[in-house]
């Protein structure tokens, strides 16, 4: 089973990360997400480890990559999207934890344009309406209430959560 996390709000991260290690998961993780597991002792892949690219412009380009994406929109039902992904090298991913920049706080904090520009999401939202695209093959996680629920599930079901459960937290 494979996650993928990068949140800006940091709350119960940590926890929800030790908990899928505890469960036989791979963590990969984004810049400050990875930074805190990491020092939290939680054991880690860095985004650039799975697209053998490292993070470019800023922080600007990190998850925009076929490595990422491909991942989470590949439909595990259906054989052509294996066959493809066998092919490129891409791993699928199982669960997608992202939550979006504050854009409106940056905003209200009188950042000056430029600066203010820096906290529009990109990748975030790129990859959560693609995972949500995608909810019946993967587990969309982007508020930190869900992290809990979702945990319970998965050691309930055999690393399993239930279709109308990810729908809804992919709505």
């Known amino acids: 089973m494979r996650a993928l996390i990068s949140v800006s709000d940091k709350t119960g991260v940590v926890d929800f990360a030790k908990n899928l290690k505890a469960l036989g998961w791979e963590v990969i993780a984004t810049g400050g997400t990875m930074k805190l597991l990491r020092e939290s002792g939680v054991e880690v892949l860095n985004i650039s480890d799975v697209t053998g690219f490292p993070e470019i412009l800023g922080g600007r380009v990190k998850t925009l990559h076929p490595h990422i994406h491909g991942g989470i929109l590949a439909d595990k039902d259906n054989p052509e999207h294996l066959a493809v992904l066998k092919e490129k090298g891409i791993k699928a991913f199982d669960l997608i934890c992202v939550n979006l920049y504050d854009f409106e706080s940056a905003l209200a904090k009188g950042l000056k344009p430029r600066e203010a520009i820096e906290e529009i999401d990109i990748g975030g939202p790129c990859m ?21 629920e979702a945990t319970a599930e998965l050691k309930a079901n055999d690393m399993s959560v239930s279709l109308p459960s990810r729908q809804r937290m992919a709505a």
């Open 128 to 148: 959560l309406r693609a995972a949500s695209k995608n909810f019946h093959s993967i587990l969309v996680l982007s508020d930190p209430d869900t992290y809990a």
